[in-house]
C-alpha cells in the first residue's frame, strides 16, 4: 500500500512554504479547475468536437495527476490516511459492489 | 514510486468483469459526481450551512478516493504510467512553481 | 431577454434571509455538487452503468435548474447583469463560432 | 417566466448545423470544463493564491454565461421545459427551504 508515499511528497513540498495547504473551498474550486482542464482534453478526444491526436497521452496523464494532487492537499489538510481509505474502497469493491456487473468465464 | 500498485489494484478488480473500464466521457461523468459529493461534505463542514461535526474525517476520507479511483480508471484506460507523470508534477512543484509562494525562514 | 427575471427571483428569495448570498467559494462548491448529481443522473441514462428508464425527464429538469440556480446566485453576488453577458454569448455563437460545424443546407 | 427565450436562443443556434445538441455525456463534459474554468477565476479572486483586481466582473459573467449555456443543451436535448421546472424549483424555496436559515425581522 502506497498513498502515502505520494501523500508525503505533497507534505513535503507544501510545508516548504509559510501559507501552507489551501483552504478545503479553495482546494475544491481547483480541484473543479483540474477535472475541467481533464474533461477538456476527453471531449476534445471522444466527444463530437473532435480537434486532435489520440495518439499522445502526455496532456491526459498530466490533468490526471493535477486532480490527484488537489486530492491529496484535501486528505493532508485532513491529517487522513488514504492507504487505510483506500483500503476500506477495494474491500467494498470486492463486497459490496462485487456482483454489480458480469464477469468473465 | 507507488501509484502503480493503486492502477494494479484497480485494474485486477476491473478485469473480471465483461464490461471492463467505463469509454471516457462516462469516466469524466463518474468523477463529476464523486467530487460533487466531497464538495457537498467540505461545503457542509466549512461553508456557511454547517450542519455537521469537524471531528469524523471518514467521509472526507472516502470520497478522496472515489475521485482518485476515477481517476485511476482514467489512467488504466489509456494504459498511462502514472509514475512517470506524477514524478513530472513533483518536477514541476520543485522547478517552475518552486518561489510561487513565500517560504520559511 | 429575461435572465433578469430569474436573477430577480433569487434576489427576493435570498434576500428575506440575513445570511443573504454564500461567499463565492462555496458556491462553487454548491455548483459542484449540483452538477454531480445532474452528472450522476446522465451517466445512469447513457453510461454503461445503465439503471433507469429514460422516459421521466423529472430529474435531469431539476438537476438542471439546481446548477443554474447556483450560477445565478454567483451572478447576483457579483452584480452581474447576465442578459447583458447572454448577449455576449450569443453574439459570439454567431460571430468567432458560426462556421465551426457543419450548417444544413 | 423567461428560461424559455434562452432555450429558445440556443436552440435556433444549434439547429443551423448538421451536428446538432452532443450527446448527454459530451455536455457534462462540457459543462464541467466551464464550471472549471469559472472556478479558476473564483479561486483567483477569492482564494489563498490572489493574483486579480476584483474590479472587473466580465469574465465571471462569461463564464457564468458559459455554464448555463451548456445547462440549457441539456435541457433542450431532453425537450425539457425549464420554466416549469425553475417555478418548482422557486416553490421548493419557498416551501420546504423557507425556514433553513434565519430571516431579517
Known sequence: ???EDI???????????????YPPLAIIAQAAEELGELSREINNRYGPRI???DKDTADV???????????ICMANYHKINLDEFWKRKMDKC???????WEKKE
Not at 61 to 71: L, N, R, S
Not at 94 to 100: I, K, P, S
Open 94 to 100: 470486492y463486497g459490496r459492489d462485487d456482483n454489480r
Open 51 to 53: 480537434k486532435k491526436s
Open 7 to 21: 501523500q508525503k511528497d505533497v507534505d513535503k513540498w507544501v510545508s516548504q512554504y509559510k501559507i501552507g495547504y
Open 1 to 3: 500500500m502506497s498513498l
Open 61 to 71: 496523464g498530466e490533468e490526471i495527476c493535477d486532480v490527484i494532487f488537489a486530492m
